[in-house]
């Protein structure tokens, strides 16, 4: 499972995962609702410039370094570093 959390958010106005909600923020909701589905692997895809948001997340993070051209070279870069999975699921 790879949750991509590397887009700047433009619609949004902002990085929308790192908007709180009840105090926590978006991404933090994300990855616990991902994490009860269950799946081994959980792979956060960040991008330079947010990966600091994301410090201590329990899963694994992998730095889009390309996530200025857009969310295809985000699940291109989760692709990648699930190249071992039978499945990916992309969380949006």
């Not at 590397?6 to 978006?26: N, Q, S």
């Not at 370094?65 to 699921?89: K, W």
């Amino acid at each position: 499972m790879a949750l991509l959390a590397a887009g700047r958010g433009a619609r949004f106005a902002g990085d929308k995962l790192c908007a709180v909600l009840d105090d926590r923020p978006l991404w933090l909701l994300a990855a616990e609702a991902a994490e009860r589905a269950g799946f081994a692997t959980r792979l956060l895809i960040a991008s330079a410039d947010n990966a600091g948001a994301f410090e201590g997340a329990p899963w694994n993070m992998v730095v889009n370094p390309r996530a200025a051209e857009g969310m295809g070279t985000s699940v291109a870069c989760a692709a990648e570093a699930a190249s071992d999975a039978r499945r990916l699921v992309l969380i949006l």
